[in-house]
């Protein structure tokens, strides 16, 4: 069982940074491949950015890349995500994810991810 707890969230100026964490609890985190999603309103659930078991590798949405950045912790069981230059469009509540199962591999879709958090609320005026 692992349990996500997200924070970092709050309103930016366009063109601001914020950073997001996601602390886990729960011993399969080091294992567990973890992604980070969007969901604006009225829209569908999003995957913004992924990262591996091993931190080794990463995988971002084209909308997202040259702005954001994933890592994580796994001593800390804590997965970041470090948001760049950032655009009116990108307000929606994030979330973090974790997979149980997968092989520490990364995932694109929501389905293929077996815990979440409750998200946090990200909005960037213009």
């Known amino acids: 069982q692992v349990q996500l707890v997200e924070s970092g969230g709050g309103l930016v100026q366009a063109g601001g940074s914020l950073r997001l964490s996601c602390a886990a609890s729960?011993?399969?985190?080091?294992?567990?491949?973890m992604g980070w999603f969007r969901q604006a309103p009225g829209k569908e659930r999003e995957f913004v950015a992924g990262?591996?078991?091993?931190?080794?590798?990463?995988y971002y949405a084209d909308s997202v890349k040259g702005r954001f950045t994933i890592s994580r912790d796994n001593p800390k069981n804590t997965v970041y995500l470090q948001m760049n230059s950032l655009k009116p469009e990108d307000t929606a509540v994030y979330y973090c994810?974790?997979?149980?199962?997968?092989?520490?591999?990364?995932?694109?879709?929501?389905?293929?991810?077996?815990?979440w958090g409750q998200g946090t609320q990200v909005t960037v005026s213009s």
């Open positions: 729960g011993r399969t985190f080091s294992s567990s491949a």
């Open positions: 994810g974790a997979r149980r199962s997968g092989w520490g591999i990364v995932a694109f879709t929501t389905g293929a991810y077996d815990y």
């Open positions: 990262v591996s078991w091993s931190g080794g590798s990463t």
